[in-house]
T-cell receptor
């Protein structure tokens, strides 16, 4: 079945440093979604990418969807302590049967 | 607007006991799903439903049953709890149509089987 791999599993940065997490699917995706989960919380939707090569920005967050629609990345510029949490990518057909990556846990040294 | 409501928030079961995790949404979403979250393994799909009366298996369905008698409710039943089912369970609902199909998650149920 479809698999979604996400790296790295953990990332620790100094506040102000950049952060990137990468997501790769074994199959071509119709769309990819990104979620953030704060410690002890539930996943919260960040964004959805649909088009090949699509790039979207949300303030300091930049999301990319690969040309082949099999990979994606999330880049955070100048991290802040509020960015702490686990970031998940999820791919599939709409949101019905999302396959999640293992997540990247981001911790920040203030 | 409550969104997705899960109950209970915490539960401890003995091996062999059965229980039902409740999930309700008030957004009139067609799609609902159950995930379990274990350390280092992300969220794995247990069962999902595309509408009332229709359910299907996800990646890890063994030991769990679901039903969808109404659009709003999607309970998850553990038939005979095992320690391997110790996990955090999340219910999610989503709209399938044009544009964003984001999943809305409940607060989660932390289940321990001893």
């Amino acid at each position: 079945g479809q698999q979604v791999m996400q790296i790295p599993q953990y990332q620790h940065v100094q506040e102000g440093e950049d952060f990137t997490t990468y997501c790769n699917s074994s199959t071509t995706l119709s769309n990819i979604q990104w979620y953030k989960q704060r410690p002890g919380g539930h996943p919260v939707f960040l964004i959805q990418l649909v088009k090949s090569g699509e790039v979207k920005k949300q303030k300091r967050l930049t999301f990319q969807f690969g040309e082949a629609k099999k990979n994606s990345s999330l880049h955070i510029t100048a991290t802040q302590t509020t960015d702490v949490g686990t970031y998940f990518c999820a791919g599939g057909q709409g949101a019905q049967k999302l396959v999640f990556g293992q997540g990247t846990r981001l911790t920040i040294n203030p | 607007n409550a969104g997705v409501t899960q109950t209970p928030k915490f539960q401890v079961l003995k091996t062999g006991q059965s229980m039902t995790l409740q999930c309700a949404q008030d957004m009139n979403h067609e799609y609902m799903s159950w995930y379990r979250q274990d350390p280092g393994m992300g969220l794995r799909l247990i069962h999902y439903s595309v509408g009332a009366g229709i359910t299907d298996q996800g990646e890890v369905p063994n030991g769990y049953n679901v039903s969808r008698s109404t659009t709003e409710d999607f309970p998850l039943r553990l038939l005979s709890a095992a320690p391997s089912q110790t996990s955090v369970y999340f219910c999610a609902s989503s709209y399938q149509g044009e544009g964003n199909t984001e999943a809305f998650f409940g607060q989660g149920t932390r289940l321990t089987v001893v």
